[in-house]
Every structure is written in C-alpha cells, then in structure tokens.
C-alpha cells in the first residue's frame, strides 16, 4: 500500500522564519506535490516535481521553493514565513503515468504562522 | 480564477437515500475528472474517476455522470451510509498535464 508520509502534523512558525515542510514516498513515484488547503478553495497546488531535482511552479508558488534531491522525498519551503501562508499544506505523489494512477495523499500538516 | 466549482459546500442525507454532488468546470481543454474524499485529519483519497469520453462511469455504490456540453459532473452515491460522511472534492485534468485542478469541496452528511 502506497504511503506517503508528512513529517510534522502541527507547526506553529513566527512570522519571518524559514520553514520546511518534508514529504517522504515509499512507492518509487516519479511525480510528487504540495498543496495547501483552504476552506472555500479547496486544494491548490503550489509546486510539483516529475524527477529527481526537476521542477514546476503550480498556481500559487509566490513565496515558496521546493527541492527534491532523492526521488522518495520532496521539501517544501516558506523563505519567510507570513500569517497568509497558515494553512494546511499535503503532499502527494503519482506514478509516471499521470492521472490515470491518482494521486495518493499524506495526512497533511497543519502550519500556523503567528 | 477557480476553474474547477462545488457551488453547494455542504450535503445532508438520511442513511439508506442517494446523495448527488455537483461540479462544474470551466476549461473545455479538461479531459479527465476525478472524485477525492476527505475525512477529518486525513488526507484526500482516490474515489472515482471518467474520462472526457464517457459519460457515465459506476463503481459499486459511486457513480459519476459527465455532461460535457454542459461542463457539468454529478457523483452519485446510493445508498448513502454513515461512513460516507467526509468532504468530497471534485477535480479536473487534461490527460498530458500533471496538474490537477480541485473545487472547494463540499461536506456530506449522512444521518442515521
């Protein structure tokens, strides 16, 4: 069974910190992502990666960089953490083949900015 | 500019009736339409899914209904248990893209 793995459930970050949020896949996925989730708006994607340090800015990446250096892992990271990035932020991860294998989720982690 | 909507961002249901979920997309472009569901604490999971050349698409309980003309995509669940309770997310794709684009999603409650 796929498991995708967020390494923190909760974090509180103060505004202006450097925040890194870890994503860890135990499937060989090619493709891996990081949304964040917001009432009203549902799932946004902010980046996504296809292979091992490539990788595509999604619709909201202002404020964010990633990097993936291995293939199971994928960083997300706020450069200077604001209160509007308070959000719940999943990764996930996909095969080569795209949306004809969905995507597979982590449980998510809850980041607030204070 | 959301290109993927659940205009109705909640649903109750009596357990045992069918409960219809409903989304409409923008992007003629789209080609493949997913359905996520969402329990608290948890991440989004695979529900059902339909091809831009099909119109109906059924998977024991879930069935999703695709209207092209109309940009529109129903999902289906009959009969409505308990456990079905969660948010569901509708999402959409074009097949060579890897970007999913995801409707706000709408909470379902079935009740006993």
């Not at chain 2, 909507?5 to 009596?14: E, G, I, M």
């Not at chain 2, 991440?43 to 309980?61: A, V």
């Not at chain 2, 308990?82 to 999402?91: H, K, Q, T």
Request: proline share 4%; with cysteine.
């Amino acid at each position: 069974d796929v498991k995708v793995t967020q390494s923190s459930r909760y974090l509180v970050k103060r505004t202006g910190e450097k925040v890194f949020l870890e994503c860890v896949q135990d499937m060989d996925h090619e493709n891996m992502f990081w949304y964040r989730q917001d009432p009203g708006l549902g799932l946004r994607l902010i980046y996504f990666s296809y292979d091992v340090k490539m990788k595509e800015k999604g619709d909201i990446p202002e404020g964010y960089s990633v990097s993936r250096e291995k293939k199971e892992r994928f960083s997300l990271i706020l450069e200077s953490a604001s209160t509007n990035q308070t959000s719940m932020y999943l990764c996930a991860s996909s095969p080569r083949e795209g949306f004809h294998s969905p995507l597979h989720f982590g449980n998510g982690t809850r980041l607030t900015v204070t | 500019d959301q290109q993927v909507k659940q205009n109705s961002p909640s649903l109750s249901v009596q357990e045992g009736r069918i409960s219809i979920l409903n989304c409409d997309y923008t992007n003629s472009m789209f080609d493949y339409f997913l359905w996520y569901k969402k329990y608290p604490a948890e991440g989004p999971t695979f529900l059902i899914s339909i091809s831009s050349i099909k119109d109906k698409n059924e998977d024991g309980r879930f069935t999703v209904f695709l209207n092209k003309s109309a940009k529109h995509l129903s999902l289906h669940i009959v009969p409505s248990q308990p456990g079905d309770s969660a948010v569901y997310f509708c999402a959409a794709a074009r097949v060579t893209d890897y970007k999913l684009s995801f409707g706000a999603g709408t909470t379902v409650t079935v009740r006993a």
